[in-house]
C-alpha cells in the first residue's frame, strides 16, 4: 500500500539554525499537509497546500515557517530560525482529490536544543 | 469552532476485554469523523472513518457509529489483544474548515496478557 514517507525520523538542532523537514506524499495524492504534536498536548494543523500554493495556514504557521514543493515528489517544511518551542513530532500528510482521509507518515522528533 | 473531546487515559485492560473509548465533537456543519491510531514508534494510521450520520466505521474489529443526535463517534471493540496497544485519537474534518482536521487529545490504551 502507497506511503507517506517523512525523513529525518529524528532531527536535533541548535536554537537559532534553520531546519528542513522532508516529506514524500503519495503519488497520486493532491493536497498535502504539515501537523505538529508537542509532547503531551493535541495535534495541531499547521498548514494544507495545494496546487503549489498554501490553501489554508494556522496561527502557528508564521513567518518562520515556509513550505515547498520542489519537485514533482517532495514537499518540505522549513523553519528559518528554530526556538525551544518548535520542538515537537512533525507529520506531514496528504489526500486525493476526494481531500478524505489524509495519509500520515511516521514524522520527524525535532529536537530544538 | 471545530473541536474534538477525547476519553482521558491512559487505559489498561486485560487480553479478551472489552475497549470503549467516548468521542464527542462540536462542528459548524456536517464533519467527517475518523479514529487514528498511532503504534509506538510509528505515525498516525487511519483505524476507520464515518462521512455522514448513522455510517458506521470499522476496520481491525474496532468500531464507530457517527451519532448526530449525540454528536459523538465512540469507538469499541468487543475482546481487546496485546497488539491493539497503542494511543487513540478521534478526528474530524469537515469541507468549511478546508478539511483540516482537528484532534482529540488521544487515549493510551494498554492491553496486559
Known amino acids: 500500500e502507497p506511503e507517506v514517507t517523512q525523513t529525518p525520523s529524528h532531527q536535533v538542532t541548535q536554537m537559532g539554525q534553520e531546519v528542513i523537514l522532508r516529506c514524500v506524499p503519495i503519488?497520486?495524492?493532491?493536497?498535502f499537509y504539515w501537523y505538529r504534536q508537542i509532547l503531551g498536548q493535541k495535534v495541531e494543523f499547521l498548514v494544507s497546500f495545494y496546487n503549489n500554493e498554501i490553501s489554508e495556514k494556522s496561527e502557528i504557521f508564521d513567518d518562520q515557517f515556509s513550505v515547498e514543493r520542489p519537485d514533482g515528489s517532495n514537499f518540505t517544511l522549513k523553519i528559518r530560525s528554530t526556538k525551544l518551542e518548535d520542538s515537537a513530532m512533525y507529520f506531514c500528510a496528504s489526500s486525493a482529490r476526494t481531500r478524505i482521509p489524509q495519509h500520515f507518515g511516521d514524522g520527524t522528533r525535532l529536537s530544538i536544543l | 469552532g471545530n473541536s474534538v473531546t477525547q476519553m482521558e487515559g491512559p487505559v489498561t485492560l486485560s487480553e479478551e476485554a472489552f475497549l470503549t473509548i467516548n468521542c464527542t465533537y462540536t462542528a459548524t456543519g456536517y464533519p467527517s469523523l475518523f479514529w487514528y491510531v498511532q503504534y509506538p514508534g510509528e505515525g498516525l494510521q487511519l483505524l476507520l472513518k464515518?462521512?455522514?450520520?448513522?455510517d458506521k466505521g470499522s476496520n481491525k474489529g474496532f468500531e464507530a457509529t457517527y451519532r448526530k443526535e449525540t454528536t459523538s463517534f465512540h469507538l469499541e471493540k468487543g475482546s481487546v489483544q496485546v497488539s491493539d496497544s497503542a494511543v487513540y485519537f478521534c478526528a474530524l474534518s469537515i469541507r468549511s474548515n478546508d478539511y483540516k482536521l482537528s484532534f482529540g487529545a488521544g487515549t493510551t490504551v494498554t492491553v496486559r496478557a
Open positions: 464515518a462521512t455522514k450520520a448513522d
Open positions: 503519488s497520486n495524492h493532491l493536497y
